[in-house]
């Protein structure tokens, strides 16, 4: 396995949409364990945007530009629509090099499965970006469940939806369903990740999914899942985006108490708005949007814990020195991967 021993982690960022600007870019500068050498976009007005914001940074327009100076990085992350995934994290291990890949992973489970075994042989380290994991309101539920606060969990409900009817803006609303596309692809990579997370692996699955757009030939806008684990916890996980009414983003119901919490994580739109993970204000859920924990009429605010996506790279550092695991195993997202294909078998 390729270990790096020196700093900074030389890192390439491939693609400046959503991905790459707001959460890998300001992430990787924002830790002193990289360096954000390149990154790739052909779109002149991001390429512009990139050179003014990380002036350090070479910005080229393709990924063969980049891969021209592989002897000079030790990371390239895909911030990329999941259709171009395979192919370039499958390139970056022929060159040697460290991946992150954005999720959704990659299309297939057959693709995930086969990139894994790619940068095994290639002494390499495959990971995906699955920053939910470190969303406030996720390590707030991780923290009850540990502390036993519900009793024995019965149902976990959890949600990601917006209202957003002119669509999302981006690769979303065009990447057909074969090439990685649609809702449960795209959030279902999240939610049912986060699922297994808390509950442990599943054992039954069941799914429904709707085009609710304006072409019928798209992918699912809109979708439902429904989990059995094996701990015996049900999971019930909604997706959409055209939702005039959001319902709440946690709702867990245990044999002696609930949890329910509404409103989405704030790192997105705090990084969006330009804020740096070293503000003292960056990751803090402010009380008003605090879940509750008890019974009804006896339910109290429970105060959040602070959202942590830049531990994402500080554990992948490690992991990359030799010093300790991956901070996400691609084999947990290939295993979601297959629960969503086996909904979509069947829908």
Known sequence: ?????????????????????????????????????????????????????????????????????????????????????????????????????????????????????????????????????????????????????????????????????????????????AQGGGILHDLGAHLIDQAVRLFGPVEKSYGETANRGSDPEAADTEAFVSLLHRSGVRSRLWMNGMAAQVGPRFHVLGSESGYTKWGLDGQEPALAAGMTPSDPAYGVDLQESWGLLGVDGAAIPVGAERGAYPQFYVQLATALRGEGPLPVDPAGPLEVLKVIESIHALA
Do not use: C
Request: hydrophobic letters at 45%.
């Open 1 to 177: 396995m390729r270990t790096l021993t020196e700093a900074p982690i030389r890192t390439a960022v491939v693609g400046f949409g959503i991905s790459g600007k707001v959460f890998h870019a300001p992430l990787v500068a924002a830790d002193p364990h990289y360096s954000l050498d390149v990154i790739v976009t052909a779109d002149p007005a991001r390429a512009a945007e990139a050179a003014r914001l990380y002036p350090q940074a070479r910005i080229v327009s393709t990924p063969e530009a980049m891969f021209a100076e592989a002897a000079n990085l030790d990371l390239v992350i895909l911030g990329t629509p999941p259709h171009t995934h395979f192919d370039l994290a499958a390139a970056a291990i022929a060159h040697g090099l460290h991946v992150v890949v954005d999720k959704p992973f990659v299309p297939t489970s057959a693709q995930g499965e086969e990139l894994i075994a790619l940068a095994s042989d290639a002494g390499v380290q495959l990971t995906v970006f699955q920053n939910r994991r470190w969303d406030a309101d996720f390590l707030t539920l991780q923290k009850l469940l540990r502390e036993s606060a519900l009793g024995e969990v019965r149902t976990f409900e959890s949600r990601f939806e917006w209202w957003r009817p002119e669509g999302f803006g981006n690769w979303r609303d065009t990447v057909s369903l």
